[in-house]
């Protein structure tokens, strides 16, 4: 069986990404954008080791992306792209792989199965390397340095060069120990692992993949990377009366000749909304989060209920678009309050008002509530989660 081992490069600083990580440790959707890579190199059979080449201030962002993976320790990097490979290839010598498969950290959409097309090109007699890449389908002008055009380039059998770039281990690393030693000029014109072993005389193919293997350079590109799927969940709730001067609904203190009883401040429709949103990422119920029987949950104001929740959803990359909610009672009167109840839900959740509803019915004298007994309320949150 022959090895190939994939060599990952995460150690670049992508000036253009800003944000407060380097774009390779930013999350894509809940996982850091490495960690995306990396799965898509596990998922794929062919490859029989993996290596990360990283810069050194960046262990932290490695560990908790690597974290559970069993990796081998990082390589660290130079001070190019070209000398991080190189420190890379070398570091793999004692495991000496068939193939290495270059790839930047940076482009996580990568298939398994044009991680593959690769290695089956690069295997062919006489092949040296194989690169994945697009076919050019915009009309490419070359101008002077005043924007004038002077050349329409026909565009026959041009492509543009991603990631993965396989190639027989022992020829690359040949090539980049050549390159290593050229002047800055010349080492600057080979911008990527191909044109290292082009210049060695190594025979290079292109191997048809899809504009989807996009490179995240932008904090628009992480943004526009994420497939979301939206989804809806309900909550229900009912608290009873007992005596008091006010009930709690919606984080505010509507004045009443009853209060209602139950866990925490009872503020039912807090509960009913939580338990919505709980409900659009399978996370349990309010129970579960916040068992009526643990007495730190006693008079306590819901708001942290909701805020939970919310920070859970967060915590997926999710967001909510909105809140509807019914209560159920017959007094006390919920119009004269639903503007407040609106904004203050929508404070709570951390979304415009805009994206709350709040209405409320009587069940005609029926029932419990019609009794006056007690206030039910149903919730329906609707949410943004990053796809699976
Ligand atoms: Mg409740």
Redesign the pocket.
């Known amino acids: 069986m022959t090895t190939c081992s994939a060599l990952i490069v995460a150690a670049g600083r992508g000036s253009r990404f800003g944000g407060p990580l380097p774009k390779q440790y930013a999350l894509l959707g809940n996982r850091p954008v490495l960690r995306h890579t990396l799965d898509a190199y596990r998922s794929t059979p062919e490859i029989t080791s993996l290596l990360v080449v990283i810069a050194g201030s960046d262990e932290n962002h490695y560990h908790n992306a690597v974290e559970g993976l069993g990796l081998p320790p990082p390589v660290l990097g130079g001070v190019s792209r070209q000398q991080s490979v190189l420190n890379g290839l070398e570091a793999l010598t004692g495991e000496a792989p068939d193939f290495v498969a270059i790839h930047d950290a940076a482009r996580p959409f990568v298939k398994p199965v044009d991680i593959a097309a690769c290695l089956a090109a690069v295997r062919a007699d006489g092949v040296d390397g194989a690169v994945l890449g697009v076919r050019l389908a915009d009309t490419i002008k070359r101008t002077d340095a005043d924007g004038t055009v002077n050349e329409t380039v026909p565009r026959t059998n041009l492509w543009r060069a991603q990631t993965p770039q396989v190639f027989r281990y022992s020829a690359l690393l040949t090539a980049h120990r050549e390159a290593a030693g050229l002047g800055a000029a010349e080492s600057t014109a080979l911008t990527d692992d191909a044109a290292v072993a082009e210049r060695a005389g190594l025979k290079v193919v292109m191997v048809e993949g899809s504009e989807d293997n996009r490179k995240i350079t932008t904090a628009e590109d992480l943004a526009r990377g994420i497939t979301m799927e939206s989804r809806t969940a309900l909550g229900f709730?009912?608290?009873g009366f007992g005596p008091g001067n006010a009930v709690m609904l919606g984080g505010i203190a509507i004045p009443h000749n009853h209060t209602l009883s139950?866990?925490?401040d009872?503020?039912?429709a807090l509960?009913?909304l939580t338990d919505a949103v709980l409900g659009t990422i399978g996370a349990g119920d309010?129970g579960k989060h916040f068992p009526?029987s643990d007495p730190q949950w006693r008079g306590v104001s819901?708001d942290r209920f909701l805020r939970h929740a919310v920070d859970l959803l967060a915590a997926r990359g999710g967001r909510i678009v909105h809140l509807d909610l019914t209560l159920v009672c017959e007094a006390p009167r919920i119009g004269p309050h639903r503007d407040a109840m609106v904004a203050s839900i929508a404070r709570i959740a951390g979304i415009d008002p805009s994206r709350v509803s709040v209405k409320a019915t009587t069940t005609e004298g029926l029932g419990f509530t019609g009794r006056r007994e007690g206030i039910a309320a149903q919730a329906v949150a609707t949410v943004e989660t990053p796809r699976r």
Request: hydrophobic share 35%; no cysteine; proline share 7%.
């Open positions: 709730d009912v608290h139950g866990h925490s009872a503020d039912v509960h009913a309010i009526p819901s």
